[in-house]
């Protein structure tokens, strides 16, 4: 199992970035998947789910920003996220629905 | 929201010592399916987090069984029977039984 997350990288407040996390290893397309995220230094802030079947949960802070959606021909998940906030500059990891695989984190920073 | 509460917020041991970390939710964690969805986490230093336990008690595949899980409801605890050196980092209990899902803030394992 392995998962790959792309696209991180410095952004200005109020504008948009979209991660990606590509997933090998296992049957992408069965599996609920998460976005949880870390300031570094700090804990753990889940940010979103989707489940096998696509529906949607999100953790208030994001909700009406973020996005959560998931391709599974490609077997990859993303997270597209909007009118970003200082705050919301963190590390961004992928995990598989049980919490039982994570990727390695992509750093997203807001700032002017 | 959820809110987990771990205790203590951190704890130095020995080598060889059984500690346990204490986690304590808002609500009862009992689904209506009849599962309750407490996992516990490990966060070494420079790494993503690894699953240790899930289902309250069940071992995640490849951790070593010196790491337990136990508790009902709203009160949870995590053993370790004889702490190693590798078991140093930042323990995080995390619930997904209720929307959104939520994390502790975390018990930092050092060494005495």
């Known amino acids: 199992v392995q998962l790959v997350e792309s696209r991180g990288g410095l952004v200005q407040p109020g504008k948009s970035l979209k991660l990606s996390c590509s997933a090998s290893?296992?049957?992408?397309?069965?599996?609920?998947m998460h976005w949880i995220r870390q300031v570094p230094g700090k804990g753990l802030d889940w940010v979103a789910y989707?489940?096998?079947?696509?529906?949607?949960v999100y953790a208030d802070a994001v909700k009406g920003r973020f996005t959560i959606s998931r391709d599974n021909a490609k077997n990859t998940l993303y997270l597209q996220l909007n009118s970003l906030k200082s705050e919301d500059t963190a590390i961004y990891y992928c995990?598989?629905?049980?919490?039982?695989?994570w990727g390695q984190g992509v750093m997203v920073t807001v700032s002017s | 929201d959820v809110v987990l509460t771990p205790t203590p917020p951190s704890l130095s041991a020995t080598i060889g010592q059984s500690v346990s970390i204490s986690c304590r939710s808002s609500?009862?964690?009992?689904?209506?399916?009849?599962?309750?969805?407490l996992n516990w986490l490990l966060q070494r230093p420079g790494q993503p987090p690894q699953l240790l336990i899930y289902l309250v008690s069940r071992l995640e595949s490849g951790v070593p069984n010196r790491f337990s899980g136990s508790g009902s409801g709203t009160d949870f605890t995590l053993k370790i029977s004889g702490v190693e050196a590798e078991d140093l980092g930042v323990y995080y209990c995390v619930q997904s039984t209720h929307a959104p899902y939520t994390f502790g803030a975390g018990t930092k394992l050092e060494l005495k």
């Open positions: 609500q009862s964690l009992l689904h209506n399916n009849g599962n309750t969805y």
């Open positions: 995990a598989r629905g049980g919490l039982d695989y």
């Open positions: 989707i489940s096998s079947s696509s529906d949607t």
């Open positions: 290893g296992f049957t992408f397309s069965s599996f609920g």
